[in-house]
Nanobody, 118 residues
Framework: QVQLVESGGGLVQPGGSLRLSCVAS????????MNWFRQAPGKQRELVAA???????NYIDSVKGRFTISRDNAKNTVYLQMNSLNAEDTAVYYC????????????WGQGTQVTVSS
């Protein structure tokens, strides 16, 4: 069982920045695809950013150029740097880990709230 613990959420003004962190208790962390999802009130959870074990990244259009996903395999940690935040970024952000070993295995963090408001 892999545990994911997010941190770094909070209240920020429009135009501000936050960096989310997610620490994983995974022995094979470097082999996981790490993702950040978010869910705003009344909306479906959506994939915001993905980072494969090979270093490929993918972002939803609304955050391209503003958000950056990265990882530090030595620290079993994935980050989401969020810049130029706006009210539409307000949501609970979830860390997600996926690996294909004997089938797809997937794990979720508990979520961290990000609120963008003046």
């Amino acid at each position: 069982q892999v545990q994911l613990v997010e941190s770094g959420g909070g209240l920020v003004q429009p135009g501000g920045s936050l960096r989310l962190s997610c620490v994983a208790s995974a022995r094979l962390f470097s082999m996981y695809t790490m993702n950040w999802f978010r869910q705003a009130p009344g909306k479906q959870r959506e994939l915001v950013a993905a980072l494969t074990s090979g270093g490929s990244t993918n972002y939803i259009d609304s955050v391209k150029g503003r958000f950056t996903i990265s990882r530090d395999n030595a620290k079993n940690t994935v980050y989401l740097q969020m810049n130029s935040l706006n009210a539409e970024d307000t949501a609970v952000y979830y860390c997600n880990a996926r690996i294909q070993i004997g089938g797809l295995r997937e794990y979720w963090g508990q979520g961290t709230q990000v609120t963008v408001s003046s």
